[in-house]
């Protein structure tokens, strides 16, 4: 079966742009989780949808906003870019949403950078 | 506020010696723990979790880490390294309100050395 997938893989903005970016869930899975890696940092989390629902929400800006779609497959969109958005964006896909939480699937990212 | 704690940016050892990553949390309530690995250029591969139960919790790759609540901390040991073992390594703990929500420490980078 086929892992989380993210596309685009890089991808070259400039400040002030919009961007999006695009995660497929696997197969099965209803949570999509969606989460910044500024180089030399760990991953902080930005949403969670679930069931097309925004279930949470970390300390973004509302520059960054996200849909998840009826096939479980979700969109991250950052408006206004600037310079401090240059990250890997790693989204991630669990099957359910349960306490303990359940395991998260990574994809491989999408690295922006923005110039 | 919860966080995660990863003492060591950097840390290199010789093929073949043991390893220990340190990690401690600040959670007040149960926490959900994790250690996760990310290869250059590749995303994040669970290792290994603990919710409850047996303290000391076996993974993938020949991992193990051994909770300590009285220490608050989740350290990652593997008895003998492979080069293929460099990696960056992130602890983690899950938050659990209405969403799942996991906090990664900021990380620590393994060298091996030949």
């Known amino acids: 079966d086929a892992g989380v997938t993210q596309s685009p893989t890089h991808l070259i903005k400039t400040r002030g742009q919009q961007v999006t970016l695009r995660c497929s869930p696997i197969?099965?899975?209803?949570?999509v989780s969606w989460y910044q890696q500024v180089l030399g940092q760990g991953p902080q989390f930005i949403f969670q949808?679930?069931?097309?629902?925004?279930?949470g929400r970390g300390n973004f800006p509302d520059r960054f906003s996200a849909r998840q779609f009826p096939n479980y497959s979700s969109e991250l969109n950052v408006n206004a870019l600037l310079l401090g958005d240059s990250a890997l964006y790693l989204c991630?896909?669990?099957?359910?949403?349960?306490?303990?939480?359940?395991?998260?699937?990574f994809g491989p990212g999408t690295r922006l950078t923005v110039t | 506020a919860q966080s995660v704690t990863q003492p060591d940016i950097h840390i290199t050892v010789s093929e073949g010696a043991s390893l220990e990553l340190r990690c401690n949390y600040s959670?007040?309530?149960?926490?959900?723990l994790f250690w996760y690995v990310q290869s250059p250029g590749q995303g994040l591969q669970l290792l290994l979790k603990?919710?409850?139960?047996?303290?000391l919790v076996q993974g993938i790759k020949g991992f193990e880490a051994e909770f300590k609540r009285s220490q608050s901390s989740f350290n990652l040991r593997k008895p003998s390294v492979h080069w293929s073992d460099a990696a960056e390594y992130f602890c983690?703990?899950?938050?659990?309100?209405?969403?799942?929500?996991?906090?990664f420490g900021s990380g620590t980078r393994l060298s091996i050395r030949p």
């Open positions: 991630a896909s669990s099957s359910v949403l349960l306490r303990p939480p359940n395991e998260q699937y």
């Open positions: 197969s099965g899975h209803k949570s």
């Open positions: 949808y679930y069931e097309k629902e925004e279930r």
């Open positions: 959670y007040g309530a149960t926490p959900y």
């Open positions: 603990y919710f409850s139960g047996d303290t």
């Open positions: 983690a703990v899950a938050l659990w309100s209405s969403a799942s929500k996991i906090i």
